[in-house]
């Protein structure tokens, strides 16, 4: 099994920045990917960005490219998220997921942190 515990998120007015953390325990060597989804009240839960072990394969939702980056401490066993220039439909639940062998929606997600409120003020 594995753990995640999230951490970050906040009330922010639009523009400013907000940094993600989540932190993995357990049988971490058995993760692939690790990333972040969001969701709106009313929306599907939909995937953000992701990151494979090695840092070598990194994805991002068209609509936060630029603006989101994502990276990992692998001697943390920790992802960050960080979010600059954040806009009002950037506000959402976000949680954190790990994956065994791929990330692409949240059906393949195989543990979840228990998500962090990101509220963006215009």
């Known amino acids: 099994q594995v753990q995640l515990v999230e951490s970050g998120g906040g009330l922010v007015q639009a523009g400013g920045s907000l940094r993600l953390s989540c932190a993995a325990s357990?049988?971490?060597?058995?993760?692939?990917?690790m990333g972040w989804f969001r969701q709106a009240p009313g929306k599907e839960r939909e995937l953000v960005t992701k990151?494979?072990?090695?840092?070598?394969?990194?994805y991002y939702i068209d609509s936060v490219k630029g603006r989101f980056t994502i990276s990992r401490d692998n001697a943390k066993n920790t992802v960050y998220l960080q979010m600059n220039s954040l806009k009002p439909e950037d506000t959402a639940v976000y949680y954190c997921?790990?994956?065994?062998?791929?990330?692409?929606?949240?059906?393949?997600?195989?543990?979840w942190g228990q998500g962090t409120q990101v509220t963006v003020s215009s």
């Open positions: 997921a790990a994956a065994r062998v791929r990330l692409g929606s949240a059906y393949e997600a195989d543990y």
């Open positions: 990151i494979n072990w090695s840092g070598s394969t990194i």
């Open positions: 357990g049988r971490t060597f058995s993760i692939a990917y």
